[in-house]
């Protein structure tokens, strides 16, 4: 008999009662003593002198895990509250009790990491052979050495605790604005009141009326408070540019570049193969707008079906799509996911007041994930819920590992994620069962590298561009309108007839301060899974363990390292990063050949 998967999360076996809860308060009151007891830890380590300090390093190690894991099981759950339910106003209150807890952590921990970077260098290369910290060489040599980048302890510790009502204070006003807006449209014949994640999911409705109402509603609501979300990104962007100019960092890609573990000459190589590589997706664009009838393409037909007969799925059906092509890759990731779709870690209900957008996160104590997205029923929809299991089914792989090396960077995050989309996508178009879902299909592949090489690059290219403007000074409302036109004309090739000017602010991404320029790692992923993918193709169902390993291997290593041990490949080069385009752009010109034939 099939089990019915609930279609909304549990939370209640993590804290029951949700932002009421008592044991959450009971856990949360209990952070107090820890924190206090890991401060006074903190203040009483001292610069390591022998290697016999081994020891003592282990042991504060340990005590960081355990902070860790406490402090990230409420602040994870706590994040769930708050996206199920935008109008949940106490969960917003413990947000912030949660984000002052962590901003003590954090400060208690850079003070150990500023004692490790005075280690004599001599004295630190024993420590580091110690079997005590072997395993654990890799996060202290990052740690040592991005302490050494940092102003002295004081003023670091200021700048933490200042950050909390200022620098993630406008970030927390953004999720609040974004909340708080309503748009009234008709669909199907129905008036409905729409929150903003509803309304960003009529991006791919049927009727051309219902897609342009719904943008241009959006676009009124995003210009009636344009003002607000130009001073919540100049005010993020001006905190993050005065810590950078008081530290000596000139170049705003440095802690992103940093975070994500991998190179400027690496990032350079990946847009540069992908700027020359943009006719095939452009063509693509030019031959949709001709398909639906129009001389151009504008904004809001970017996500519009092509073809009438675009297949649904109701959310069992998609998720047992999800589990029966899991299961041909490995069956590790088939039970997992099945674990999950059957334990309620899935918040998939479309209803009002929930946060836009998609997201998983971990709940480190309980070996738990939870996974956030608003699901319609559409194959884009199926995709992204596999591309959510992707994520979770990396935490699931470092099980194994200590909670000291779990810490991936995005870049390698969203490998895993899209690696579990593209196992999905590519089964749907050889299950298709007609050349209309075929060609849906494979125009909803073709959609992704749109969204990385273009929609992503254009993000990528305006916020660049603001960094270096807001350099000298706060940017307006209406420059930042021409900065975002700009870059989605040169970011679609001049693929798009018009342009959505408000673009930066409706996304979320520009203004999450825990990760800056969160945009470039995702195509990073989406082109690295592309390899990953392409090993796993030619080397079948044994794959699934190599998988596993390079999964476990990803929060110790740099980018170029990881794809040196696992794939073989420079990723420093071009010559790594077109093939996987190539394997893209056969996408897009077999759909061109497939709708030109049935015109």
Known sequence: MTVKFPEVWDLDVLFPGGSESEELRVHMDEAGPKLEKFEKLSRNFSVPEKAADAQQVAEVLEAVKEMMLHLRQSSAFIGCLQAQNTEDKKASLLQSESASLSARFNSALQKIQQDLTKTDDAVWNELMDDEKLREFSFVLNEWRDEAKQLLSEKEENLITALSMDGYHGWSQLYDMLVGDIKIKITVDGQEKTMSVGQANNLSSHADPQVRKESYEKLEDAWTEKEDFFAKTLNSIAGFRLEVYKKRGWENPLQEPLQINRMKQQTLDAMWSAISKNKQPFVDYLNQKAELLGKDGLDWYDVDAPVTESTQTFSYQEGAEFILEHFKKFGPELEKFSRHAFEKGWIEAEDRPNKRPGGFCTG???????????????????????????????????????????????????????TFAEMIVADAAVKNASSNDEKIALLEDKVQRSVAFFMNIHSRFLFETRFYEERKKGVVPASRLNELMEEAQHEGFGGGLKSTHPHFWASKLHFYITYVPFYNFPYTFGYLFSLSVYAKALEEGAGFEEKYMALLRDTAIMTAEDLAMKHLGEDITQEAFWEKGIALCVKDAEEFISLTSSAE
């Open 363 to 417: 709940l480190p104590l309980t070996e738990e994930s939870r996974i956030f997205m608003t699901y319609s029923g559409s194959m884009s929809n199926v995709a992204t819920l596999a591309h959510e299991l992707g994520h979770a089914f990396h935490s699931y792989a470092l099980r194994p590992v200590h909670q000291i090396n779990r810490s991936y960077a995005m870049n390698v995050a969203e490998t895993a994620s």
